[in-house]
């Protein structure tokens, strides 16, 4: 089921924060999505090929969580309703493509995790100090996203430690209660992966 329009107040929320990432080079060309939970069963999805910087009401589309996907979505659409049905708290969702997190992700696909400690910025995604370990989930990517969204769900449940995880080779997402809150989560996690990866080239 595809509602007709989102409310202007969830339009903008997503408009402002594809500003916000478009500014930082975190969405080049046409990557990256994002979406917002509406109500319980519905969520405000950016379709595909959009400009992310340049968000208005037609570039997104209310989409029913339990329900078959329409044309013209992004193929990470299932990502983005998977984690809303799992998980009733999460309210926003953003997949940015920074560097940082498109390169470590893919050096550390094998582990399974990015891992890192003792940075302060551990309190932006909900952690009470620095003296503390992040481990980030990294996933394979797999073309077919329905089946990549159920692995992905398998392992993460209703109480992810981390409020993100890491495609290989293709960035960040990053969740929150609010779009607020999503958007302090991408802003923290890049931050930690873009310390660790100078961290890494350093040594």
Not at 78 to 105: C, E, N
Not at 164 to 189: I, K, M, S
Request: proline residues 4%.
């Amino acid at each position: 089921m595809v509602l007709p329009t989102a409310p202007p107040g969830v339009v903008e929320e997503i408009a402002a924060f594809g500003r916000f990432a478009a500014a930082r080079g975190w969405v080049p060309a046409t990557a990256g999505n994002f979406s917002r939970r509406v109500d319980a069963g519905h969520a405000a999805v950016t379709r595909s090929g959009i400009d992310k910087g340049a968000i208005g009401a037609a570039d997104l589309a209310v989409l029913a969580l339990d329900a078959p996907i329409p044309a013209g979505m992004s193929a990470e659409t299932p990502l983005h309703l998977a984690r809303y049905r799992t998980d009733a708290a999460i309210g926003a969702i953003f997949h940015v493509h920074t560097v940082a997190s498109t390169v470590l992700s893919r050096l550390d696909e094998r582990a399974g995790v990015v891992r890192t400690d003792g940075f302060e910025m551990h309190k932006a995604i909900g952690l009470r100090t620095h003296e503390s370990v992040v481990e980030i989930p990294v996933f394979a990517n797999d073309q077919d996203t329905v089946r990549l969204a159920a692995a992905i769900e398998a392992r993460l449940g209703a109480a992810a430690a981390v409020p993100g995880y890491l495609l290989a080779g293709h960035g960040l997402y990053a969740w929150g209660a609010t779009a607020a809150d999503a958007r302090r989560h991408v802003e923290g996690l890049e931050f930690l992966l873009a310390c660790h990866l100078e961290e890494r080239r350093l040594r």
